[in-house]
């Protein structure tokens, strides 16, 4: 079966320092993957999506990157963190060719002081 | 207007009650239809998943789809305290990468 792995589970940054939260599935191959945040209250947001090895798309223009080292690894970054980038990150994978259905992470809740 | 629609609630409802959960929306496109639970603090998990109209039924859920009115709904019958979570529609087109999700409807079910 597959199982999807995310950490840290909590971490508190303090305003400019670096970001890096990371991603990994087993059980399967070449998925797609992608990474959410949610802010309090409100709903999933799509923050990037990768269907292979190197290949990212951003949804949204911000100070945070992610990248796919490995077939199953993905990885979430950012050089300065701003308080705004507070929230839960969430990582989910898909079937490859398919976006419909996701299976998400344990995701990590990040606040930035 | 938002591609999705749900009331955020909160929805409160004694134990055994019949719960219904509702989303519209407005993409005609969509095929795939999903609903997640989400407890505290923790990532969705996905609950039920619908293609095209029809209802699908699991245990003490249903999911109910209406293409022609764009609109979902998910039932619980018999609701325990342990149903109390947020409740997350989503769906998506054929062929997609990307999911829509709904903000999500927080259900509390009382003992």
């Known amino acids: 079966s597959q199982t999807i792995h995310q950490w840290p589970a909590t971490l508190v940054q303090p305003v400019g320092s670096p970001l890096s939260l990371e991603c990994t599935v087993e059980?399967?191959?070449?998925?797609?993957l992608y990474w959410y945040r949610q802010a309090a209250g409100r709903g999933l947001q799509l923050l990037f999506y990768s269907v292979g090895i190197g290949q990212i798309s951003s949804e949204v223009p911000q100070n945070l990157s992610a990248s796919r080292p490995q077939d199953r690894q993905f990885i979430l970054s950012s050089k300065k963190l701003l308080l705004s980038d507070s929230g839960f990150y969430l990582c989910a994978w898909s079937v490859h060719g398919s976006g419909e259905t996701q299976y998400f992470g344990p995701g990590t809740r990040l606040l930035v002081l | 207007q938002k591609e999705v629609e749900q009331d955020p609630g909160p929805l409160s409802v004694p134990e055994g009650a019949i719960v219904s959960l509702n989303c519209t929306y407005s993409n005609s496109a969509f095929q795939y239809f999903m609903w997640y639970r989400q407890y505290s603090r923790k990532g969705p998990e996905l609950l039920m998943y619908?293609?095209?109209?029809g209802n699908k039924e699991d245990g003490r859920f249903t999911a109910q789809v209406d293409k022609s009115s764009k609109y979902i709904s998910l039932f619980i019958r018999d609701s325990q305290p342990s149903d109390s979570a947020t409740y997350l529609c989503?769906?998506?087109?054929?062929?997609?990468?990307?999911?829509?999700f709904g903000a999500g409807t927080r259900l509390f079910v009382k003992a």
């Open positions: 619908t293609y095209s109209s």
């Open positions: 989503a769906m998506s087109g054929t062929g997609g990468f990307k999911t829509i």
């Open positions: 059980g399967t191959s070449n998925p797609n």
